[in-house]
């Protein structure tokens, strides 16, 4: 049964950074596009960072220049380091990636930054 497990989140002040790991469980096979999703409480799930096969990388607007995706093919996971965090990057941040033919999503981890 293939996994993606998210690590990294926490509770964290305002300005501060963390850094969220992905990594691959009952699998073999390599991770080609990816991405990090974040759901704040009453808002919907937006996409904030994305890395394709290709290694073009894109960011949402309300990150951009404070958090950075890339990816360790060799270890076959995926990272999102967040730097001068908000109290509205709070929320659920998910791991998205494609692996072979299918897509997978992890259970995701909180990230709650305090002012």
């Known amino acids: 049964q293939v996994q993606l497990v998210e690590s990294g989140g926490g509770l964290v002040q305002a300005g501060g950074s963390l850094n969220l790991s992905c990594s691959t469980s009952?699998?073999?096979?390599?991770?080609?596009?990816a991405g990090w999703y974040r759901q704040a409480p009453g808002k919907q799930r937006e996409l904030v960072a994305g890395?394709?096969?290709?290694?073009?990388?894109s960011y949402a607007g309300s990150v951009k220049g404070r958090f950075s995706i890339s990816r360790d093919s060799v270890k076959n996971m995926v990272f999102l380091q967040m730097n001068s965090l908000k109290p509205e990057d709070t929320g659920v941040y998910y791991c998205?990636?494609?692996?072979?033919?299918?897509?997978?999503r992890g259970q995701g981890t909180q990230v709650t930054v305090s002012s």
């Open positions: 998205a990636a494609t692996l072979g033919w299918s897509d997978y």
């Open positions: 009952g699998t073999r096979l390599a991770i080609s596009a």
């Open positions: 890395i394709t096969s290709a290694g073009v990388i």
